[in-house]
């Protein structure tokens, strides 16, 4: 997908793509985008390194986009890429990382919740060799008690039962080497969870801690339904485990039907029973049961690897090739593609 505005001026001099992205999904910002402009220029000049800001306006229907529009007039390091309409902050993220051009990208909101401050560290861990750095909350400041332990709960739940390893604690606030960008891109999944394909890329990744602040001004645009629909989201596309569930419990209940059935079967065989007729009747109820959900446990994993299939993930991602002695590390084309 080709970019339609400029990039930044002191990576164009040269003609090399800048050292760092970072992309900011934003839905009617339009009380804190100067603030965040403002201290996230500050935090990026002062690195020394070439960059850009890529703005993501997902459908704002306040000013957030004459703000931007603004910026950019008078400084060619912000880029905005505006969407047609509000598609979701996992879609606005996407959009924003496949128009970023730099060798690092990383993923903030807009609300300044994300401490800018905290780039240096992270592109001081990448430039240490890891292609993930993301960022923990320690603590979270002015959230309500039900966000915090909801939070805890769900990043809990998903490390005992997701396919992957979540780290907990974390949010969108990461850097992205541009390898790990670059396979990322191939993810075309609907719905979709930043985090956890992240995670399910691999590569080296490390956490760096910080106090998520308030937000600067303005409302949180992620209310609690859209909380629960990202989870449950999230845990169909992650984890098979619910699936494997309902597999487990068919086979127990086939087993100790099957079990009693036997018993009262001998028992009435031996004249220790006198079964009546609605009993038969009930064995065999009880036998069609136990079928029908066996052949639903089994319509549920052959539905499994339906799902995983049409997700369209590599099957696997090279980290490097090793011949002769030499690593040398992979280009976007080497990983394995479903056929």
């Not at 541009?178 to 992240?198: C, S």
Request: with cysteine.
């Amino acid at each position: 997908m080709t970019p339609f505005v400029r990039v930044d001026m002191l990576s164009s001099m040269n003609n090399l793509p800048p050292t760092l992205s970072v992309v900011i999904p934003l839905l009617n910002e339009e009380e804190v985008l100067s603030q965040t402009y403002t201290e996230l220029k500050q935090n990026l000049d002062a690195l020394g390194e070439s960059y850009e800001m890529v703005f993501v306006d997902d459908g704002s229907t306040d000013r957030s986009r004459a703000i931007l529009t603004e910026l950019s007039g008078r400084d060619s390091t912000v880029r905005v890429v505006a969407l047609s309409r509000n598609f979701g902050h996992e879609m606005a993220t996407t959009a924003g990382l496949h128009h970023a051009h730099g060798r690092a990208v990383i993923v903030m909101d807009a609300d300044l919740q994300d401490p800018p401050e905290l780039i240096g560290e992270f592109l001081a861990k990448w430039r240490e060799g890891y292609e993930v750095v993301y960022g923990v909350r320690l603590r979270r400041e002015s959230e309500s008690m039900l966000k915090k332990a909801t939070s805890y709960l769900f990043y809990r739940l998903m490390a005992r039962i997701a396919d992957i390893k979540f780290p907990p604690d974390t949010g969108d606030f990461r850097l992205m080497d541009r390898r790990v960008l670059d396979v990322y891109r191939q993810l075309n999944e609907d719905p979709r969870f930043f985090r956890g394909l992240i995670s399910w890329i691999g590569f080296r990744q490390v956490g760096v801690g910080f106090i998520r602040r308030p937000r600067y001004g303005g409302i949180t645009k992620y209310r609690y339904s859209k909380l629960l629909k990202l989870a449950l989201d999230t845990i169909t596309a992650f984890s098979t485990l619910p699936s494997l569930i309902i597999t487990l419990t068919a086979i127990g209940c086939i087993m100790a039907s099957s079990f009693i059935a036997l018993v009262v079967f001998i028992g009435w065989l031996f004249g220790r029973w006198d079964i009546p007729a609605w009993g038969w009747v009930s064995l065999g109820f009880l036998g069609l049961w136990n079928i029908q959900f066996g052949c639903l446990a089994l319509l549920g994993e052959y539905i499994v690897r339906t799902h995983r299939h049409v997700q369209h993930r590599p099957l696997y991602v090279l980290d490097a090739l090793i011949e002769n002695g030499n690593n040398t590390p992979t280009t976007t084309s080497l990983f394995g593609v479903r056929s």
